[in-house]
């Protein structure tokens, strides 16, 4: 249990700095939360848990698959928002869009060989 505590802390402390980071300066705060930071703890966490490099590098190849459809909501949300809609409206267009998106990558991943 302390593990999975000092995981959760840790993972939350890259968020917490990374807002604060954000609230002075908008690029910096951006470009921390861009660093695949998440993903490299997880791929620590999984390596740390089970020492099986077949199931990180699986893990690895499919988390570049999934950044991809996700991508779409960095453009939208903004655009969203400078066209004066709501926070919560664009979020959850983003959301929607990249869940959509997510779906796709599913279906279509197997059909073009990519392994997820």
Not at 33 to 45: D, G, H, K, R, Y
Not at 52 to 58: G, S
Not at 65 to 82: A, G, I, K, N, T
Request: charged share 10%.
């Amino acid at each position: 249990m302390g593990y999975l505590l000092i995981k959760a802390a840790l993972s939350g402390v890259i968020i917490a700095i990374a807002s604060e980071v954000a609230r002075r300066w908008p690029g910096a705060g951006a470009l921390i939360v861009s660093l695949p930071l998440v993903s490299i703890l997880a791929m620590i966490w999984l390596w740390h848990d089970t020492r099986d490099p077949v199931r990180l590098a699986n893990h690895a190849s499919a988390t570049f698959y999934f950044v991809l459809p996700s991508l779409p909501m960095f453009l939208l949300v903004p655009y969203l928002l400078r066209q004066g809609h709501p926070l919560w409206l664009a979020l959850a267009a983003g959301c929607v869009l990249t869940a959509l998106l997510y779906l796709g990558m599913v279906a279509l991943a197997p059909k073009v060989g990519i392994s997820l």
